[in-house]
């Protein structure tokens, strides 16, 4: 694996080709999730060709926004597929990719540790202190597709996510669930 040559690659195709209107699902989102990706790893013990691997995957798991948001899990695949190959990622690397990668659908169902450390860093931002400022990128982008249309309809529709969602990592549900009950009880407090 040409790992090096493949985060230079995407990360300029992602500066290079995403639609500016993406405030949240951007390159500094993606960045954001290789910086959680790195420190699950290290606590869950990861090294090697998987840790590799996992990182490739948060490098390109939202790339299929650069064609559109719907089905982007399935689009960024596509691209892992078309262009990881190129950086000498043999076909079962990539499938172990696209499984990182389809595990952040909404709902989450990782089905191995990988699955769950990318998905756990995919919304890492849920149980920080950055929540809302974060948050707040999402809340622009989702009103330009036309999800959601005004701020009270943001605080039910986080209330629901937060009450659904869960962390999967040991180091995720130490790390982070209590600050994400924290934010579930504030936006409750603020309806």
């Not at 191995?112 to 756990?120: G, V």
Request: hydrophobic residues 35%; contains cysteine; proline residues 2%.
């Amino acid at each position: 694996m040409k790992f090096e040559q493949a985060r230079e690659f995407i990360l300029e195709k992602l500066k290079r080709e995403l639609p500016e209107h993406l405030t949240y699902h951007s390159t500094e989102h993606i960045k954001d999730v290789y910086a959680a990706a790195e420190t699950i790893a290290d606590y869950e013990g990861i090294s090697g060709d998987d840790r590799l691997l996992l990182l490739t995957a948060v490098l390109f798991h939202d790339s299929g926004f650069i064609i559109q948001q719907k089905e982007h899990e399935s689009i960024s695949c596509d691209i892992a597929r078309e262009c990881l190959p190129d950086f000498e990622y043999t076909n079962e690397q990539i499938s172990t990719i696209c499984g990182m990668i389809m595990a952040t659908r909404l709902p989450q169902l990782p089905k191995n540790l990988l699955e769950q450390i990318m998905c756990d860093s995919d919304l890492d931002y849920l149980g920080r202190d950055d929540f809302f400022t974060i948050g707040n990128k999402l809340f622009n982008e989702l009103k330009v597709y036309g999800i959601i249309h005004n701020q009270d309809e943001w605080n039910n529709l986080q209330i629901r996510f937060l009450q659904n969602h869960q962390y999967f990592t040991h180091t995720a549900i130490r790390l982070r669930k209590e600050k994400k009950e924290a934010h579930l009880q504030l936006l409750k407090y603020l309806i």
